[in-house]
């Protein structure tokens, strides 16, 4: 069987990492009886008596002394060979007897291998076997070959005597064992829970030594635990086990060296280590296909690597020669220890789950057959072996205030299964005297998880109180609860005010284990259908005594304990309106209605509703779902349901909302007409009850959207916002496809014959330029806004100046393809063509709603939208572009103040100002424009223009 190591701390740390975190965090469970018994089963100490034995003999033999002569034998050698075979007999037989009694020994009813192992120990039958098998050599050689008196009083007191007195000392050992049931027990005990203290040790440390692993190699590194290997990389796999093995350790500091040459050659890396110039690889593969070349650590280390599976692998964009993977192979296999994978660690699990088996199986039989005292027995060896594991993660650094997420191994949630096995069958088996035992045995556990700072253990105990108030008030006789909620009381109350006073984040941590244990003994109230059980439950939670206290601090511990009320009300409300009986809950509504005063009722709807620990109704609706539907969730509106109908006294809502406080009551002002329907549940709530909390709520809602608006109206634009809508102008206006101005022939920062100036001047919304997590307005969209409009009014100008001195002829679409025809044929070119507000022409032409040559021609369809107001009716513009001027376009400010910002290459000015007069609404004003002219007149002979019928 695999033993516990004892190790100390080395001198020199280690380069290994899981290696040095058990140098920074040894694991010692040595007691004195445990180094005895090391001692005394040591082969060294049989060899040394056997070897100083033959030694003395040889030594005295030259002088040949003779050792009390009255006594001495006359002949040694007979002497010799008649101790040498009373010696073995004594030997013989004492084996045998000690081999029997280890074999018909009882079977414990806990720890069935421990406790052979004590007996094991406790008889000393290897360093017996030891003993006598050594002295009877040395024996056997000294009656052989040395002889003399002083080799007779050597073996006699060595090995004849020294036998005897091991032997006695080995029965006095098992006879004491078989006399005391209890240290029998305690021992058995004690080395199962050494066994898994030991492993969890194993765990945290692995666990430790994977976070080291993780910050060393983050992301961010070339080496990477975390990397996600890119589409169409070549990769090439490092260190491959040949068998099923588990990755014992890594050396961090090799792995960084080979890492970085690696990389370096690879023209990659980011250590600064030197590279070393042997084994050359491609340079390509090191940015190709822009792939940066980094390297990906496959396995954690205590990890199971599957056969076949690589411990490392290297990602290039152009694979690297199988020569060149074995060198690398070969460097990183020194940076790295792999252990088989089928022995110790797997047999020791299965070991340990054997003998909690067999535990679960005995408490459980005790119970069943109405055993207390055994029972109470099995418990209590439950929660040494936690008390034992609490105190093995109790060593680690705590990561803050105790509230660690430590790995607590696969035997810890089989006893934390088994413990909620046992309570059950005890409370059904053993009624009202069971649910003591039970409520007794969670409070210690909850008392060593308190004292070890350890919440997440604790937090696992408090919710078996929950489960024990299930049984007592489900079972075919109802029990009586006062004893578990005085213990609850207790344990929540007193002793986590006590350990907390002087630590306000580990008391608010302490406030949510309070708050979910209660909430989730409420919830079974309810689900149950007893509101006795309620009731009885009520005075232990304290809330009416936080409530009325005048202490600031404690006012968060009312709001949570205020907050726990509220949903206990919502999920009554919710389980009544999903066909629950509303008779058998209506008592329960009742009991909570009146429960929270006005003046904590906001703070418990927001404590309700905000996210975080201890707030286990958050997932009470999804249990009642099925897996893997779609369905909404409304838990939300019931909250806010209950929050009403509490507010029979009104409500008091903050002094100075804001805008989260404003959408909250705008969320309790919608459920108005759903706590309506309620009302019936709840006598002493009227209808003008509810119409005050809906007034208060409305009230607040106003005063917080002025709040805001004020504050939104005082505060400066923002540059970088204005910024954005700046830069997105001129993106949109070059990326567009249908802006005439720039299909057509055009000229930038010209003069123009005749310019005309379009602009758009307008107030928007002063949330585009003020930033702020209440809203999401982005300036980069009204931009691309301001650029679309600019677009419509040039394109407008463009077809009214085409459209000017034309008479339109009236023309189908057979005689406009003959007269775009035409026109090729006449100049050897293709016309521009514009059709407006016609899809089927534009179809018929295969001209297209974006700038872009067809296969028939360049051109462009244009929608109604895409004019403006009064587009004209629907038509067909030929004009042959080298005729047309050419199109000048120029920023163009509207005033001289300062802010505007010219864009040359675009042919635009915008400008966003603060506006001064008053308005309903905080807002800015915004201003763009541009001039756009001919560089001459627009000859008739450039442009042919073509009536449409009107259904196009």
Known sequence: MAQIRYRSPSTKPSTWLAEATRQKRPYRRVSASSRLEAVLQSPLLATAVGLLVVALALILRVTSPVIMPALAPDDPGDALSLAWQVQTSIAGLASAGLALIIQLAGTP????????????????????????????????????????????????????????????????????????????????????????????????????????????????????????????????????????????????????????????????????????????????AATAAGITPFIRIQHDIGQRVIAGDPVFTLVTATPINESQRRALTSAFTKAVRLRPAVISSIAEDEAITGELVTLKDSVLAAAAAGATGALSKGLNAYEELFTALLSVAGDRDSQHLGYRHRPYGPQWQWMNANIREITEAAIRSLGERGLTAAVDHTYRLCTAA?????????????????????????????????????????????????????????????????????????????????????????????????????????????????????????????CITNHAPADDLAPIVEALAGVVPSHLLWQAYVEATDDGPGRPWQDWEIATKAPF????????????????????????????????????????????????????????????????????????????????????????????????????????????????????KHRNGETAGDPRTLAISALVAREYFVTSPRWHADPAELGADVAHGLITAENRFVIDSLLAEQQPSPATDDDIRAARKAFTDRTGRDPFVIVLNSWRTAQALGVQDVGTASPTGPGLSLSAADLGSQPPPPTCILCDPDQLPALVRNPQQLDDEPGWHNLPEAGVAVAVRDYTQA???????????????????????????????AAG
């Not at 070549?234 to 960084?256: C, G, M, R, W, Y």
Request: neutral net charge.
């Open 629 to 744: 539907t779609f369905h909404f969730m409304s838990f939300d509106s019931y909250l806010a349901v209950a929050t009403l109908i509490m507010g029979r006294q009104g409500i008091v809502v903050p002094p100075k909302p804001t805008a989260t406080d404003a959408d909250r009551a705008s969320r309790l002002i919608e459920a108005r007409e759903f706590a309506q329907q309620c009302l019936s549940l709840a006598p002493g709530i009227t209808p003008a009850d509810l119409n005050t909390v809906v007034a208060q709520l409305n009230d607040l809602v106003t005063e917080a959207k002025t709040a805001q608006t004020e504050r939104l109206r005082e505060q400066p634009l923002q540059t970088g916002n204005i910024q954005l809508l700046v830069d997105a102008v001129p993106r949109v206006l070059a990326s567009s496809s249908h802006r005439l101005t720039e299909l057509l």
């Open 109 to 284: 009813p806990i720890a069935i291998r421990s406790s052979r192992e004590v007996l094991y120990n406790r008889a000393l039958f290897k360093g017996l076997l030891l003993y006598v098998g050594i002295t009877n050599l040395a024996l056997g050689v000294v009656a052989t070959w040395i002889g003399g008196s002083a080799g007779v009083a050597l073996c006699f007191v060595f090995c004849l005597a020294g036998t005897l007195a091991f032997v006695g000392l080995s029965y006095t050992r098992v006879a004491a064992y078989f006399l005391d049931d209890d240290n029998a027990r305690s021992a058995a005990l004690h080395v199962l829970r050494d066994k898994i203290a030991g492993r969890l040790h194993e765990l945290q440390v692995l666990a430790e030594a994977n976070a080291d692993l993780g910050d060393m190699f983050g992301p961010d590194s070339p080496i990477s635990r975390y990397d996600h290997i890119p589409d169409r990389a070549s990769t090439a796999s490092l260190v491959v086990a040949a068998e099923d093995q588990f990755l014992d350790d890594l050396d961090p500091a090799a792995i960084k060296k080979i890492g970085a040459q690696v990389l370096g050659r690879l023209r990659a890396s980011r250590f600064a280590v030197s590279v070393a110039p042997s084994q050359d690889l491609e340079p390509e």
């Open 919 to 949: 308005t309903a609404n905080p807002v800015a004003h915004l201003m763009a424009a541009v001039s756009v002219g001919w560089s001459g007149s627009v000859p008739d002979a450039a442009v042919e223009v073509y009536q449409l019928p």
């Open 450 to 574: 308190r004292t070890a700072r350890d919440l997440g253990a604790l937090r696992q105990f408090l919710l078996l109180y929950p489960a024990h108030l299930r049984l007592a008030i489900t079972g075919p006789a109802p029990l009586p609860i006062g004893y578990l909620a005085l213990k609850l009381q207790t344990l929540t109350g007193l002793s986590f005010r006590e350990i907390s006073a002087d630590d306000t984040q580990l008391r608010d941590a302490l406030r949510a284990l309070t708050a979910e244990t209660f909430a989730e003994s409420f919830k079974v109230c309810v689900d149950s259908r007893n509101p006795s059980a309620l009731r009885s439950l009520l005075p232990y939670f304290e809330a009416q005594q936080t409530f009325a206290t005048g202490n600031p601090e404690r006012r968060s511990e009312s709001g949570r304990k205020a907050s726990v009320l509220l949903a206990a009300l919502a999920w009554t409300l919710f």
